[in-house]
């Protein structure tokens, strides 16, 4: 029985080519990784996969969510609840603006 030997795999990045890599990186940073890909004639998934397997990829910062201002719906929906004095299953699929218009309803209803 004959065992083939599999062909050798060329490097995609020679040692020059890592070495231009992570300098134009250093230069332009996450940001620039178009800009760094297009330099070396790669594909920006291939030159963020070969920094990250150096070591070097510093992923960009992912802006963060801004928090919607007033009550959570649980808070609304523990407000309806304590202002009728009954549960409020079934409503956990409604809005917040229709639970909030629902409180208003009750509250002008109980008023008047």
Request: glycine residues 8%; without cysteine; positive net charge.
């Amino acid at each position: 029985m004959e065992i083939k030997k599999t062909a050798k795999k060329s490097k995609n990045y020679a040692d020059e080519d890592v070495s231009k890599l992570l300098a134009l990186y250093a230069e332009h940073g996450t940001a620039g990784i178009e800009a760094v890909a297009q330099e070396i004639g790669k594909t920006v998934r291939s030159v963020r996969s070969k920094l990250v397997n150096l070591g070097a990829y510093v992923p960009a910062e992912k802006p963060e969510k801004a928090k919607k201002q007033g009550p959570s719906k649980k808070d609304l929906l523990s407000e309806l609840s304590a202002i009728t004095g009954s549960s409020h299953n079934g409503l956990d699929p409604a809005s917040k603006a229709a639970i909030s218009e629902l409180i208003e309803i009750v509250k002008t209803a109980q008023k008047g």
